[in-house]
């Protein structure tokens, strides 16, 4: 039967943009196996190399004899285990926050907040390379003023704040004021660049606006023992919402937002994307704990992490390679051509290395580029194998032009 869909399918698959998916054999490790072969993992958001941590493993299992798995609701009727509340108490001190609420994703997380702060008459400025699931919350709050500035841009926010006094200043239909908020990536997943946030901390300042980070990449990487981009700038207690990914660096799943107490209650009341939705199943939900414990107590699976992207950038930039505007373990390695990023990409599979093409409409035309994430878990003998792997590459696909 030729639906609608077939129709679609083959146009998607004529423009290029039929994506195909990978499937793995094995744990996520710093090697993957695929097709029962094995390959190196320079793509993964695996950052610590927790996701498939023994102590991780071993948490789950005991807490899954205990308890069983599922949490069969919602966490506000009878889904709120003990855990919950033990996984919010310590993601709450490792942030130094006063509270934290644990969704079942990031993205999930920010839908959560935008949606449950603003409202169609309040205002929103918003970093133009933010994630999608911030683009789709603002979407979905149905706010009508909204601004989107240039990336990383504080002159280009400052320039739309003022635009936007007239709205900012006035109140809304009912007499209240307009509630601000100010949104932006922490760590931008294209470029692995750094959301400038003592300044927008102190915009955000002047005009008595919202502060939001969303941290994704930013968790278990940035700051000391990977507090995140906040404790990267000295910055806590000045930002007034913070999102952060439990699928990443914590290597399980989930979301998270960290702020003052009131803030988080009033999310822990109001928020549809916490109260219609299932609470995060037990092996989930201790894995967490061992996951923040293991990064309270100890700074060497993020000191590791910085030791092989530092020597990762370091060989590449040596070699002549272009890390684009990196300042941290997400490293691009600017090709400029979409079809050049792919077949290198390619390249690079057939000598078991896995590094991921980035492409229009992930990034501007022309901006194609293969994007590296080193893990802790690599060793500095995988790391040189992959930038070896990468020079290799190199030299075939100039050689064939
Ligand atoms: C990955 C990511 C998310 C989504 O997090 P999930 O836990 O996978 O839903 C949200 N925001 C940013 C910036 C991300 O990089």
Redesign the pocket.
């Known amino acids: 039967m030729n639906s609608e869909f077939d129709t679609l399918i083959q146009s998607l698959k004529d423009q290029g943009l039929y994506k195909k998916y990978h499937v793995v054999e094995s744990a996520q490790g710093a090697y993957l196996t695929l097709g029962n072969k094995k390959y190196l993992n320079l793509c993964s958001?695996n950052y610590l190399g927790l996701a498939s941590d023994d102590r991780l493993r071993q948490a789950a299992i005991e807490a899954i004899r205990q308890l069983g798995v599922g949490t069969t609701s919602v966490r506000a009727l009878i889904g709120t285990n003990t855990l919950h509340v033990e996984l919010e108490k310590k993601l709450a001190a490792f942030k130094h926050a006063q509270d934290a609420l644990v969704l079942t994703?990031?993205?999930?997380a920010?839908m959560a907040v935008v949606q449950t702060l603003l409202d169609k008459e309040d205002i929103v400025f918003s970093d133009e390379l933010n994630?999608a699931?911030?683009v789709d919350a603002i979407k979905l709050s149905g706010v009508i003023n909204k601004y989107i500035y240039k990336h990383c841009d504080c002159s280009d926010l400052q320039r739309q704040i003022e635009e936007a006094r007239p709205i900012w200043s006035s109140t809304k239909g009912n007499g209240e004021p307009r509630r601000i908020l100010i949104v932006s990536?922490g760590v931008f997943?294209m470029d692995g660049d750094i959301a400038p946030v003592p300044e927008l901390v102190t915009i955000a300042d002047e005009i008595g606006a919202l502060l939001m980070i969303?941290d994704?990449?930013g968790e278990g990487v940035l700051g000391d023992h990977g507090r995140g981009v906040v404790d990267h700038f000295g910055l806590h207690g000045r930002v007034a919402i913070e999102v952060g990914?439990?699928?990443?660096a914590f290597g399980v799943?989930?979301?998270f937002v960290t702020g003052d107490a009131g803030l988080i209650d009033y999310l822990r009341q109001k928020a549809r994307q916490f109260l219609f939705t299932n609470a995060l199943s037990i092996p989930d939900t201790a894995a967490l704990i061992a996951a923040v414990d293991i990064l309270s107590a100890s700074d060497t699976e993020v000191k590791r992490l910085w030791e092989n992207a530092n020597y990762l950038k370091k060989e590449l930039q040596d070699a002549g390679f272009d890390t684009g505007l990196s300042e941290t373990p997400i490293i691009p390695v600017m090709l400029g051509d979409e079809a050049t990023a792919k077949l290198f990409a390619e390249e690079l599979f057939k000598r078991r290395v896995m590094a991921t093409p980035i492409v229009f409409p992930m990034v501007a035309k022309g901006t194609a580029r293969l994007r590296l994430q080193p893990s802790a878990i690599h060793t500095k003998e995988d790391v040189r194998m992959g930038i070896e792997m990468i020079k290799e590459v190199r030299e075939v696909l100039s050689s064939r032009t």
Request: charged letters at 15%; glycine letters at 20%; a negative charge.
């Open positions: 958001n994703g990031g993205y999930l920010n994630h699931s911030i990536d997943s969303d994704a990449h990914t439990l699928s990443k799943m989930g979301g």
